[in-house]
Each structure stands twice: as structure tokens, then as C-alpha cells.
């Protein structure tokens, strides 16, 4: 079956969906693959369908092989390109093993970033998670990866998703998802010396939210899972999974939340 692409020379569609946590051992089980059932379903059906889309982490809650089985057979049905940054509840290594990835700079490196560059639009997956606690964390080596990285093309609108959002939520009850905030700053170091990266997309807080970084606009999406969904939600999506359409036309990004 053929799918319409946006067909405008820079233009570009992204879909990002974030947070499904599938878990066996919740009770909600199978609520949560209904609801990742569904969004799949309708990025399916967009027209124009998206070029891509990424999903901002936390695939599965507490990541052992057999969740990510689980998740696969919904999410391997996507029919276009997936790829998928780790969230704190992932294990980065299965997300490396089961999804595809993109190109990676620092393969010995423990952490997953990676960049895609087949499109319009660069994008770059990076690794927030901390080894100790649930919060984001950055350091020097992830942030000396993305400026290598970033260095390698500085021509093309680039774009950064990663889990954990590096700006103040402000209405929420948690206004700073990094444990340290003084780590952001590694982040912060890095785009300030590369204009070219346009937008930050992230996940985590399981709500819709916007703020920058340094004048970048940076965004989260609400859950896939409704039941771990926080904030407020569009009209008639009180029962029903949203997701984010987020189209580049060559400039800017313009983004809607889609109620499935
Ligand atoms: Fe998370």
C-alpha cells in the first residue's frame, strides 16, 4: 500500500508518541495495549502519513526482554520508520538490540545516542537516564558525543528528542525532571555553540507541556497509557489516547496533539 509523504522539498511530518509502559505485572495491561493499539493504528492512517516517528522513552515499564516482545508486536506494526530513545524505566541496551537506532558516533560508548539522516529534518536521539535514580541526568561524555555529532552538519535543521525535558514544567507538582540541575548545563554548553538544532522533543512527565531551552522551543507529549496521563487533555480525549503530529514546512515546526 502506497503512503502520501508531505512532498514539499524541506518539509517533514514527525509523529511522536511516548510513554506506553506496557507491564505484565500491572493490572492495567491490558488497557495499555489497547491504548498503544490504537495510536499505532491511527499514525497508520494519517494522510499524509508521517516520514517518521519516534517514541520518547519508557517503551515498557522496568524493561526485560519480554516486554519489549510484548510492545513489539503492537509496535512492529507501524509502517514507517520508528525509532525509539531510551526512558528511565527502559533498558538502553534492549532498546538498542529490538528498535532501530541510527548512526552512532561513540559505539563503545555506554550510552545511546545516535543521529538519523535521511530526511529533511536531522534528528538526534539522546540518552537522559541515570544510573541511580529515576530523574534525567546528563554529563560531559553524552554532551562531547552530541557536539560531535552536531559539528559533523551544521547546514540542516536538527532536532533533539530525548526522554527527560530540560525546562521547568511549570504547572506541574515536579517542575524539574533532572536530578542535578546543574547537568542540564553540559546540555545547555552544547547548544549554545549550534543554532542549527530548532526544537527539543521529550516525554517523561506523561503531560502536554512547552517551554524552552536557551530560546529553543522544547515540548512533552501526554502518555500513550491513559491511566498514567497528567495535565489537561483536548476535547474528547478523556476516554481516548493522544499522540503528537509535529510538521516541519521547511522553517519552523507547527504541532497538534491527535486524539486517536
Ligand atoms: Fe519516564
Redesign the pocket.
Known sequence: MAYDCYDSLNAMIIAQIS?S?IDPESDKLEDRLKDLRRVVDDINNQDPAPNIVIHT??VVHNGTQEKYDMALTILGDVRIPLHVCA???DDRNLIAANFQTGRDVSPRSDFLQYSIDDYPVRLIALDTTSAIT?MGDYCRERADTLNRMLAEERQKPTVLFM??PPFEIVDSKYPF?FEDWDTVTYLAGVLKKNEHVKQLFC????RCSNGKILGIPASTVPSIAIDLRLGDVPEGAEFAPVYQIHKFDGTRFKSKTVVC
Open positions: 510513554d509502559h522513552g519508557d526512558g528511565n524505566r529515576n526522554h527527560h525532571q516525554g517523561h512527565t506523561h
